[in-house]
T-cell receptor, first 114, second 114 residues
Framework: KAGVTQTPRYLIKTRGQQVTLSCSPI?????VSWYQQTPGQGLQFLFE???????NKGNFPGRFSGRQFSNSRSEMNVSTLELGDSALYLC?????????????FGEGSWLTVV | KNQVEQSPQSLIILEGKNCTLQ??????????LRWYKQDTGRGPVSLTI?????NTKSNGRYTATLDADTKQSSLHITASQLSDSASYIC?????????????FGAGTRLAVHP
């Protein structure tokens, strides 16, 4: 079956602009979560959506937002981009919340802010 | 505070040698522990997942152990190959508020040299 698909794979934006990243989870998966990974840093949790509802949120400013559609596809948006937002943004999907659920990651979207 | 600490931060070994990566956690209530492999610039890929009652799990040349009493896990790589060069991430789930919250370690960066 198809894996987690993230688009775009690479993008360059200017400070002050906004960006929207897309994530299509594995078919049948209802949970989508987003992570930011900067060079040499661990994954920082942004938020998680389950059946179109945000059920957990990390410690990021309000410039970072997301949503999930009825087909489980998710988007994350970053407004008023800053240089420090340059990172690999990873999306992960899982079926639900059962203990032992395998979590599948996409290949990520590389965002460079100049 | 829920935390996952990994050691060493980085490691260099020669091809064919074995190595062991460590993960210590203070997560409550513990749900499960996962090890992921992340190649540079790619999304993490699941290696193993262990629940409270499991103390060892293998996936090819990768063997994970879990000691729930001391809250420690290790990932042992046997007969390393150049393709094992990657970051290895320990992820612990805490069951809270009706769902599993993931706590990520910062990862161990492994370099296998010929």
């Amino acid at each position: 079956k198809a894996g987690v698909t993230q688009t775009p794979r690479y993008l360059i934006k200017t400070r002050g602009q906004q960006v929207t990243l897309s994530c299509s989870p594995i078919s049948g998966h209802r949970s989508v979560s987003w992570y930011q990974q900067t060079p040499g840093q661990g994954l920082q949790f942004l938020f998680e959506y389950f059946s179109e509802t945000q059920r957990n949120k990390g410690n990021f400013p309000g410039r970072f937002s997301g949503r999930q559609f009825s087909n489980s596809r998710s988007e994350m948006n970053v407004s008023t981009l800053e240089l420090g937002d340059s990172a690999l943004y990873l999306c992960a999907s899982r079926y639900g919340n059962e203990i032992g659920d395998t979590i599948y990651f996409g290949e990520g979207s590389w965002l460079t802010v100049v | 505070k829920n935390q996952v600490e990994q050691s060493p931060q980085s490691l260099i070994i020669l091809e064919g040698k074995n190595c062991t990566l460590q993960c210590n956690y203070t997560v409550s209530p513990f749900s499960n522990l996962r090890w992921y492999k992340q190649d540079t610039g790619r999304g993490p890929v699941s290696l193993t997942i262990m629940t409270f009652s499991e103390n060892t799990k293998s996936n090819g040349r990768y063997t994970a152990t879990l000691d729930a009493d001391t809250k420690q896990s290790s990932l042992h790589i046997t007969a390393s190959q150049l393709s094992d060069s990657a970051s290895y991430i320990c992820v612990v789930s805490a069951y809270s508020g009706g769902y599993n919250k993931l706590i990520f370690g910062a990862g161990t960066r492994l370099a296998v040299h010929p």
